[in-house]
């Protein structure tokens, strides 16, 4: 099974700040990876899928880079709504195969 | 609109069942196969494994096999995820999710919350 890894598991930073978070592989995934953010108590919802492309009504401030095996979330000025836990997430069809990585939580200093 | 609908909290003793529904409306139910998520206290987001809802054939992911039942009634467009013989660490948030064209979750559901404690 593919692992997923990210890093930091938390992070905290200014109002403003440019923020990346890393999630890497145990083995190339080529381009399927999506990031999924989750505020408290609610669902998660789809940032950026396919690594790079930023799903509909997402702020331009959220960017994805990467692919094979190392990929980034960037928040380009970080805004306190941005407040949440994001996940990494591989994904693959036929046969539907998921893997999250662990979380990475996003406070405001 | 598009929305999978699921069942509410429950509490239950170690050794019990429990069955949680999700139900889905807005789409042709048998289009997209239904997942399953699991997010202990706390914790991350598990994927569980999914179910095709064409076939009603389940899979599950590494540590979900044995206790863990996926199951479908088609004619009322409901998924199911049984857990038997619970453990105090089954006690989570339990979601549905429905990959969408791109496969990646674009609905799901609101999750059910599952205690287990004696």
């Known amino acids: 099974d593919i692992q997923m890894t990210q890093s930091p598991s938390t992070l905290s930073a200014s109002v403003g700040d440019r923020v990346t978070i890393t999630c890497r592989a145990s083995q190339s995934i080529n381009s399927w990876l999506a990031w999924y953010q989750q505020k408290p108590g609610r669902v998660p919802d789809l940032l950026i899928y396919?690594?790079?492309t930023l799903e509909s009504g997402v702020p331009s401030r959220f960017s994805g880079s990467g692919s094979g095996t190392e990929f980034t979330l960037t928040i380009s000025g970080l805004q306190p709504d941005d407040i949440a836990t994001y996940y990494c997430?591989?994904?693959?069809?036929?046969?539907?195969?998921?893997?999250f990585g662990q979380g990475t939580i996003v406070e405001i200093k | 609109q598009v929305q999978l609908v699921q069942s509410g909290s429950e509490v239950k003793k170690p050794g019990a069942s429990v069955k949680l529904s999700c139900k889905a409306s807005?789409?042709?139910?048998?289009?997209?196969?239904i997942n399953w998520v699991r997010q202990a206290p706390g914790q991350g987001l598990e994927w569980m494994g999914w179910?095709?809802?064409?076939?009603?054939?389940?899979t599950y992911a590494q540590g979900f096999t044995g206790r863990f039942v996926f199951s479908l009634d088609t004619s009322v467009g409901t998924a199911y995820l049984q857990i038997n013989t619970l453990k105090g660490e089954d006690t989570a948030v339990y979601y549905c999710?429905?990959?969408?064209?791109?496969?990646?979750?674009?609905?799901w559901g609101q999750g059910t919350m599952v205690t287990v404690s004696s």
């Open positions: 807005g789409y042709p139910f048998t289009s997209y196969p």
């Open positions: 997430q591989y994904y693959n069809s036929y046969p539907y195969m998921y893997s």
């Open positions: 179910i095709s809802t064409h076939s009603g054939n389940p």
């Open positions: 396919k690594a790079s």
């Open positions: 999710a429905r990959p969408g064209i791109l496969d990646t979750f674009d609905i």
